[in-house]
């Protein structure tokens, strides 16, 4: 193995270790950046302001308008309370013996409304404690069954999502976020379908194995044994009706007077960063349960997302004269390669309006919201702009030919190729943006041109990307797994099990589906 290739190893395994131990991409992508530019005798001043510095300002520019939009429509769901009450709402209708389906369709719903996974994890958390207190489901199945909701197929698999990971293809592949319709939805019905098999298999399997809501975590266990105090009883637990009410949350992420488990799993978790710190703010309202009007109410501005976005993209966009685009002070482009970008940014401004204009005598709380959605927004679009300019890196040096003939070795069929490098990448970075982002500033010029040889469509290699990063990004060092167990105060031995079933192992068996037909039948 030469010493240049060992370097990059040694970069990911320092990059995989820090980032896993909670520190910031933004320090560590450079300096693991650093190490493999010494070990392959590539100049390290040179790299990091002419290759690290443009690949993380590229994406900045291509893609902060939708990381700003979405945080800030993300602040104003948890402000205005539309975000619980759609969840409510949804408990309400199917009742808490669905437990795991409501939460995972809650936070399916919300995803795909283009609420950040940060909003959404601190929004369901309160109410799948409610819900899976009343029939008693052993907590460790709570973190896998709001990551199906988040990080799979309502993020990269169901059409129109206007989530990052669905947009990032149509800037290489000049596609839309409705690409591949029919394999999109196919894919969604599978990853969604196996997912719940697991999880329903699971809660039999605990439940016959005597496991249950009451049983004190590894969280709980630490700190009586810290303090002296008695651990928790279930029915305390399970018997307040507060819990049982599932109040909205407050400040912490837990309800008002939520599980006894909730305090104790906090004050266990470490200080969160201060962009998800800003997301588990309280919301407004009583804290009674939503009512079905609330609910269709708080459904509204995601309805008006989704429509907008389908409305820019097949009926606006391509009506107006955008030759415009072909100059060089606009980059010398075309419509198709920002159709994606503009749909999305409009569409959540969309939703931005509208839930001012649903609640009008709000406005000054709702304005905070946009100063405080804008902050949330940085740290997030740092995080991953800092882990795609590392990849740029890794590309520049000389020994990375070595690595992208190994990639476009394992088949000569362009959609096959992107599934793999992807994947791999998605789950080497522990980030799905940043892995596919990554992988098509690279490769996705080769790829859409061995897609055109070979007759193969746009919107499959559109659909298979984007499906791809959502599998072994979510390995256990992914920030937003670790973020995710913390707040539901587990330990990854308790939970990650059940977590890698459902969002690394179902969505696999997801894309190998829609690329075998894709390749196959065709895409519909």
Known sequence: MSLALLGILISLALLITLAYRGHSVIAVAPIAASIAVLMSGAPLLASYTQVFMPALGGFMANFFPLFLVGAIFGRLMTVSGYAHDIAGWISGVLGPRFAILVTTLATALLTYGGVSAWVVVFTIFPIATSLFAQVDIPRRLMPAAIALGIFTFATAALPGSPQIHNTIPTKFFGTNTF?????????????FGLGMLWLERRQRQLAAAGESFADPTEAEIKETERTGAPLPTGAARVSDPDVLDGERPDGDGATQAGPARTSVATAERPSPSSAVAMATEGTEGSGQRPTALAGLVGLAPILVIVAVNALCTYVVFPALDVSYLAEEKFGATDLGAVTGIWSVTVAMLAGILLVFALRPGSFTPYVEGITEGARNAVLPVFNTASEVAYGAVIASLAVFATVRDGLFGVSDNPAIVAAVSTTGISGLTGSASGGLTITLSTFGEQLAQMATEQGISMELMHRVTAMAATGFDSLPHNGAIITLLLVCGLSHRESY????????????????????????????
Do not use: S
Not at 179 to 191: F, K, N, T
Not at 497 to 524: E, H, Y
């Open 179 to 191: 690409a591949a319709p029919g394999l999109g939805l196919l894919g969604a019905v599978i990853v």
């Open 497 to 524: 099990k059940d977590i890698f079933a459902v969002t690394v192992v179902v969505p696999i068996i997801g894309l190998v589906v829609v690329t075998a037909l894709g390749l196959t039948v065709g895409t519909f």
